[in-house]
Nanobody
Framework: RSRLQAFGGGLVQAGGSLRLSCAVF????????IGWFRQGPGLEREGVSC????????YTAPSVKGRFTISSDDAQNMVYLQMSSLKPEDTGVYYC???????????????????WGKGTEVTVSS
C-alpha cells in the first residue's frame, strides 16, 4: 500500500472551494514533513504548502497564501489542504508528499521527497 493517498479533487468554478485530504500510512509526523505539490498543464511540479511538526512550522507558497490553508489531524494521520477563492490557474494535479530530509525552513523541494502519493486532479473553470 502507498504511504500517502490523496483525494478530494474535482471540478469547481472560479471563486469556489475544495478540501484535499492526504491519508498518511506508517509515517510519523514527528519524523516526516508532509506537503502538497501541484502540476498544472505544461508546467513543472511546484510546492504549494507543507507542515513540519519536527521543526514546528507550516509553509504556504506566496501564490496561494491567504487562499490555501494546510492542517493536520494527528490522531487520524491526515493532512488537509483547504483551498478557497480558487482561480483557473490553480488547475492541476495535486500530490501529497513526505520527506524526512533536514531541508531547513520553507517548502521542501521535489528532489527532497521520499514518498509521493498518487495525484488528485483539480479543475477550476472560469
Amino acid at each position: 500500500r502507498s504511504r500517502l493517498q490523496a483525494f478530494g479533487g474535482g471540478l469547481v468554478q472560479a471563486g469556489g472551494s475544495l478540501r484535499l485530504s492526504c491519508a498518511v500510512f506508517g509515517l510519523s509526523f514527528d519524523e516526516y514533513a508532509i506537503g502538497w505539490f501541484r502540476q498544472g498543464p505544461g508546467l513543472e511540479r511546484e510546492g504549494v504548502s507543507c507542515i513540519n511538526k519536527h521543526d514546528g512550522f507550516t509553509y504556504t507558497a506566496p501564490s496561494v497564501k491567504g487562499r490555501f490553508t494546510i492542517s493536520s489531524d494527528d490522531a487520524q494521520n491526515m493532512v488537509y489542504l483547504q483551498m478557497s477563492s480558487l482561480k483557473p490557474e490553480d488547475t492541476g494535479v495535486y500530490y501529497c508528499a513526505a520527506t524526512a530530509e533536514d531541508y531547513g525552513m520553507g517548502m521542501f523541494g521535489v528532489d527532497e521527497v521520499h514518498y509521493w502519493g498518487k495525484g488528485t486532479e483539480v479543475t477550476v473553470s472560469s
